[in-house]
């Protein structure tokens, strides 16, 4: 069955950087987009980043662009958010996700960004 699991989150200060990785499993990983989404407290999941099977495509949502990479290793099963110049409306539970026969999210990681 599809798995997706994130590790990386934690807390950080404002202007402090982070790189989250969601290992996939169950699934042919490279022949699928990519997504990270977050979801702060008493907001809506919003879509952060997504990445083409190949890589070759990148999206990221306007909050982030500049500061977020997203990037795949295919060999590895693995994708990765590199977040830098972190701030506190980063702040929230980010999850990875996949879309194949239907939508499969991963359990999610906290990432806190305050002083």
């Known amino acids: 069955q599809v798995q997706l699991v994130e590790s990386g989150g934690g807390l950080v200060q404002p202007g402090g950087s982070l790189r989250l990785s969601c290992a996939a499993s169950g699934f042919t990983f490279s022949s699928y987009t990519m997504n990270w989404y977050r979801q702060a407290p008493d907001k809506a999941r919003e879509l952060v980043a997504g990445?083409?099977?190949?890589?070759?495509?990148?999206n990221y949502a306007d909050s982030v662009k500049g500061r977020f990479t997203i990037s795949r290793d295919n060999a590895k099963n693995t994708v990765y958010l590199q977040m830098n110049s972190l701030k506190p409306e980063d702040t929230a539970v980010y999850y990875c996700?996949?879309?194949?026969?239907?939508?499969?999210w991963g359990q999610g990681t906290q990432v806190t960004v305050s002083s």
């Open positions: 990445i083409s099977r190949t890589g070759s495509i990148t």
């Open positions: 996700n996949v879309w194949t026969e239907r939508i499969y």
